[in-house]
């Protein structure tokens, strides 16, 4: 909730009357002709009207009307791993703040930090991605956009989160496992396939290829800033940000 | 993020145009002593301040500064099955909107539903009460004061709510074991006994009593509402609400 505080009211109330004054002193001088009797009517509105300008500002602070909250949207971020879905949904993130909107940004690694129990089997993932759109919902329901960026490799969860939320927008990054593998700079290809790690999707596990997602992107030649431009100007032409 | 629509711009402009204007007739009538000449300069005033003031307006509209949002708190309130958490947590919610505050319920059961295949195990229970933690955490940064009302019996993950989200308000709901079996109108406590389920509280398994509640209620002989508003009360005291 937002409220106005008193010097807000206050700096308004003397930027009006800077103009308002000045209007009325010329007004009276184009009519009279006296810039003597002007000057006077003019300083003697100041008072009287910075008085009333307050109340009056202070009385709108109290009325809801004509205050709208945009009705946010909840960006879905799916790809494999090193595709590059994290640094995107950040950048994103920042963009939509920059609007003046209300973002968070909820990412797997982040989640996952907190919550170290949680497991890779596909029920266990399922269960985190459905708590996860649980999450979303909530901070929709809030008026505040969401950026989740989640391997959310199966299908089940995904959609159960698109059922779950009101405006889900899904955004498949589709980068080739090989070039995502190319980048793996913390060896975690090397390993899931060095110890055969059950539910590596991509590699020992398949990953559910989205089915109707709003946007595609391949990221084997965009920077993540283009990346996330080019939700940003899809976004825009669902929605007015 | 809340807007100023162009018709609540409109609207103020009109007010104030009238309250402004009569000061400045009265004010040029008073200076000048000729009705017929303050009631022109009023008419064209109302025309050329209309315009000026609808700017200014939209102006401050892009103005930040002095809009301040209310630092939330996450009221937790927990106890055994049939204490009344789920209906003070109700109320209370409602009183708070009431207030024109943001505010969220997370109730136990609602959430359950969502997953009803989270168990009931100490680990299970404790995974769940975490991943409630961190939905009110996200809730409370972005200004929503969040009600949960959860049975939560065990301390590790109450402590693990506590450390997470910024204003943590534990509500004990006190009520005795004998006096929530007796309200038993679901047969809860009753299966519990017959069938000897683990980890039911208060039965099979310890509620480990909160060591430093907020507030501690005792619900014996207190109604659902009077209970809310002496949580209420209790908050006005530690903020302004």
Chains 1, 2 share one sequence.
Not at 47 to 64: C, P, Q, T
Not at 66 to 89: C, D, F, H, N, Q
Not at 107 to 132: A, M, W, Y
């Amino acid at each position: 909730m937002y409220k106005e505080t008193h010097l807000r009211s206050i700096l308004k109330t003397i930027s009006w009357r800077f103009w308002a004054t000045l209007t009325t002193t010329v007004l009276v001088f184009v009519f009279i002709g006296e810039i003597g009797l002007a000057v006077s009517i003019g300083l003697v509105e100041v008072v009287i009207k910075m008085l009333i300008y307050f109340l009056h500002e202070r009385a709108w602070g109290a009325i809801k009307f004509g205050r709208v909250e945009i009705k946010p949207m909840v960006i879905w971020i799916t790809g494999l791993a090193r595709s590059g879905k994290s640094e995107i949904g950040e950048r994103l993130t920042e963009l939509l703040k920059k609007k003046g909107l209300k973002a968070e940004h909820l990412d797997g690694h982040t989640i996952r930090n907190l919550f170290p129990e949680t497991g890779f089997s596909r029920q266990e993932v399922n269960e985190h991605i459905k708590r996860v759109g649980l999450l979303a919902k909530k901070l929709e329901e809030q008026g505040v956009f969401v950026v989740a960026s989640f391997l959310s490799p199966y299908k089940e969860s995904r959609e159960f989160v698109r059922k779950l939320v009101d405006g889900y927008y899904e955004v498949h990054i589709s980068t080739p496992v090989e070039v995502c593998e190319a980048r793996d700079d913390k060896g975690i290809y090397k390993k899931a396939r060095q110890e055969n790690l059950p539910n590596f999707p991509g590699v020992t596990v398949k990953y559910d290829l989205p089915e109707n997602p709003d946007l595609e992107i391949d990221t084997t030649s965009l920077s993540t800033d283009d990346a996330a431009d080019t939700i940003l100007d899809n976004l825009n032409g669902r929605i007015k940000l």
